[in-house]
């Protein structure tokens, strides 16, 4: 029973996209970026990719924000398009202790210059805190 329980754990870390944290207040943080297993992800101009983070909220919080940006020439810019009601891909609110699945899709617009960069994605409680915080290289095509 036991050597199942680590497969199953070793098959679902698999899975996961390798990231960077920066500063992440809730814990058990996990990303997963669709088609990127190990960065940089390769993002596809004209295509949309799911992006999925996992934490366990370490407060209640009404409200999630989504921050997401890339550094360019080392100026954080943000993503244009992405949507910053975190709420609108998870339910809230949610619960101290509580494990939250925010998965979003996010469009690769045709008109991203092909760059290679650093893409950061925060969730932000009602607070001002980064639920989860996800830095990570990636090429645009």
């Not at 497969?7 to 943080?29: K, P």
């Not at 939250?100 to 893409?119: C, G, K, N, Q």
């Amino acid at each position: 029973m036991r050597a199942l329980v680590l497969l199953i754990f070793l098959v679902a870390s698999a899975s996961a996209t390798f990231f960077q944290d920066c500063g992440s207040v809730g814990s058990n943080v996990e990303v997963n970026v669709e088609g990127c297993d190990v960065p940089p992800c390769i993002l596809e101009r004209g295509q949309t990719i799911d992006v999925n983070i996992k934490f366990t909220a370490s407060r209640s919080s009404q409200t999630l924000t989504v921050d997401a940006g890339a550094n360019i020439g080392g100026i954080q810019v943000p993503w244009p398009g992405v949507d910053t009601n975190g709420c609108l891909y998870t339910a809230c609110p949610f619960a101290a202790g509580s494990r939250v699945d925010w998965t979003m899709p996010v469009d690769i617009l045709r008109e991203y210059p092909a760059i290679s960069t650093i893409v950061t994605f925060r969730l932000v409680d009602g607070n001002g805190d980064f639920q989860a915080c996800a830095v990570l290289p990636a090429t645009i095509v």
